[in-house]
């Protein structure tokens, strides 16, 4: 709505709205929780495999988008989700004409996108355990962590060496860096969300070109891609890894050029790969929730048992169906027997009472195992 809008009234085609640069944030914020399930599920399969990934899953998820978004930096001049959502980042202070990252935009987008969030998590999950956690907020500061670990009695450290008066005040001071830490972190945090949410707004009403303070310090905006920047990816085709070198006949370079081409097809694919994921997710979401599944983890319908014959020195069954085999009459109140011949209930009740056997089968019977017939007829 708001990028109509901008159409509409002749702004600037080329800024992308905000809904665009949150679902860009979200998108990027939900692929490590996704990951992270991934793997700690094959991590119960095989846990001597991944166990140890699944442990520092923050840094090694870290270290892969580090190579995703170097690649996509490079290549198309932004983060893999700005490229999904068909922007890129430039420099607002362009060099010699040019508004293309530089090296140094590079590495500071990395920074900005890689370095950023694991140290953010860090500190978060370091403050929840020295803090306590939400036991501590809401039953006290008892559960905290940082007045364990206290420096002994004066008593007790009156004849200690200086080794230990060292060790002593070392402790002293790491206790008194935690208190400090527990007291401006949450600050902190709050100026980190407050000025990312001022950029927001001030985004929203044209107030600048940058969607975050970080890009601001970086001076870079993020932008489109216009039509000449899909006609550039064309001509240029799949970006090249660093790792390709001119062809010369060596084998070695024959190799090292194949693993580039592949790594930088690979990193290429996933802009296809994600999308069809999010198909595939869903329509195993719909299959387990439709009939269709249902049909067909349901069980098949067993055959129906085959009937018992007639005994030789049973009753004889007759011809006409609907004529009971004990009164040879029309049958009233019709029941079956546990063998599954039908008869009169007032005949069968009484054979059965008597002799607890079939007559026409002469297997055995109790009269609980009689069942009453009813037809609409």
């Known amino acids: 709505m708001e990028f109509m809008s901008d159409m509409l009234s002749g702004a600037d085609s080329g800024k992308p709205s905000l809904f665009e640069i949150v679902a860009q944030h979200k998108m990027s914020d939900l692929i490590e929780p996704a990951l992270r399930h991934v793997t700690s599920v094959y991590a119960h399969r095989y846990p001597r495999y991944l166990v140890r990934i699944l442990n520092w899953h923050e840094e090694a998820y870290a270290a892969v988008m580090l190579l995703v978004e170097r690649h996509y930096l490079r290549a198309y001049g932004g983060s893999f989700a700005e490229h999904f959502y068909g922007t890129k980042r430039v420099r607002t202070r362009k060099i010699r004409g040019d508004n293309g990252l530089t090296r140094g935009d590079v590495w500071g987008s990395l920074a900005l996108l890689v370095g950023l969030p694991l140290v953010k998590s860090r500190l978060d999950q370091y403050y929840e355990k020295i803090s306590g956690g939400e036991a501590a907020r809401l039953?006290?500061?008892?559960?905290?962590?940082?007045?364990?670990?206290?420096?002994?009695?004066?008593?007790?450290?009156?004849?200690?060496?200086?080794?230990?008066?060292?060790?002593?005040?070392?402790?002293?001071?790491?206790?008194?860096?935690?208190?400090?830490?527990?007291?401006?972190?949450?600050?902190a945090n709050f100026v980190y969300h407050a000025a990312t949410a001022l950029y927001y707004v001030s985004y929203m009403f044209d107030r600048t070109g940058y969607n975050s303070p970080w890009l601001h310090i970086l001076g870079l905006q993020v932008r489109r891609l216009s039509a000449a920047d899909y006609r550039a990816m064309d001509e240029r085709g799949s970006a090249t890894s660093d790792l390709a070198a001119p062809a010369n006949g060596s084998p070695i370079r024959f190799v090292r050029n194949m693993v580039a081409y592949l790594l930088s097809g690979g990193l290429d694919f996933l802009k296809v790969l994600l999308p069809l994921s999010i198909f595939f997710y869903r329509f195993?979401?719909?299959?387990?929730?439709?009939?269709?599944?249902?049909?067909?983890?349901?069980?098949?319908?067993?055959?129906?048992?085959?009937?018992?014959?007639?005994?030789?020195?049973?009753?004889?069954?007759?011809?006409?169906?609907?004529?009971?085999?004990?009164?040879?009459?029309?049958?009233?109140?019709?029941?079956?027997?546990?063998?599954?011949?039908?008869?009169?209930?007032?005949?069968?009740?009484?054979?059965?009472?008597?002799?607890?056997?079939?007559?026409v089968t002469l297997v055995v019977a109790h009269v609980d195992g009689i069942r009453k017939l009813y037809s609409d007829s």
């Open 284 to 359: 195993l979401e719909w299959w387990h929730r439709s009939d269709f599944h249902k049909k067909v983890q349901m069980a098949p319908l067993p055959p129906p048992p085959m009937p018992l014959k007639p005994h030789p020195d049973g009753l004889a069954v007759p011809l006409d169906q609907a004529l009971c085999p004990i009164c040879n009459e029309a049958r009233t109140n019709p029941a079956a027997a546990p063998s599954g011949y039908v008869y009169c209930y007032p005949c069968i009740f009484n054979h059965i009472s008597e002799k607890n056997t079939c007559p």
């Open 139 to 187: 039953l006290g500061s008892s559960f905290t962590q940082v007045g364990q670990g206290q420096a002994p009695s004066p008593e007790t450290a009156t004849g200690a060496s200086d080794m230990y008066g060292a060790r002593r005040r070392l402790l002293t001071l790491r206790q008194s860096l935690k208190r400090l830490f527990k007291l401006c972190y949450p600050h």
